[in-house]
């Protein structure tokens, strides 16, 4: 059974960044691309970026100039790194296989005020 387990969310101050971790079990992690995703209270889902299975990455248009997605292979884990956060990256956050796996983990909350 796949479990994705993402964390490091929290309160942050515009400017501020997180890093986000998700550690992902039941799945062989080295064979699959992860992918970041993030919804915003009345908004849909939202891709935020991949990376394949030996690392390289892809991003949203959008954020690609804040954000940088890695993975370690040895401990089933995938990251994001935000920096210069704005209030509108204000969203619950999930990470994902691709392609997608049916069951989607609890994510992690990022807030972020002015």
């Known amino acids: 059974q796949v479990r994705l387990v993402e964390s490091g969310g929290g309160l942050v101050h515009a400017g501020g960044s997180l890093r986000l971790s998700c550690v992902a079990s039941?799945?062989?992690?080295?064979?699959?691309?992860m992918a970041w995703y993030r919804q915003a209270p009345g908004k849909q889902r939202e891709w935020v970026s991949h990376?394949?299975?030996?690392?390289?990455?892809n991003y949203a248009d959008s954020l690609k100039d804040r954000v940088t997605i890695s993975r370690d292979n040895t401990k089933n884990t995938v990251y994001l790194r935000m920096t210069a956060l704005k209030p509108e990256d204000t969203a619950r956050y999930f990470c994902n296989t691709v392609p997608i796996q049916p069951s989607w983990g609890q994510g992690t909350q990022v807030t972020v005020s002015l």
């Open positions: 039941g799945i062989d992690f080295n064979n699959y691309q």
């Open positions: 990376i394949t299975s030996d690392g390289r990455p």
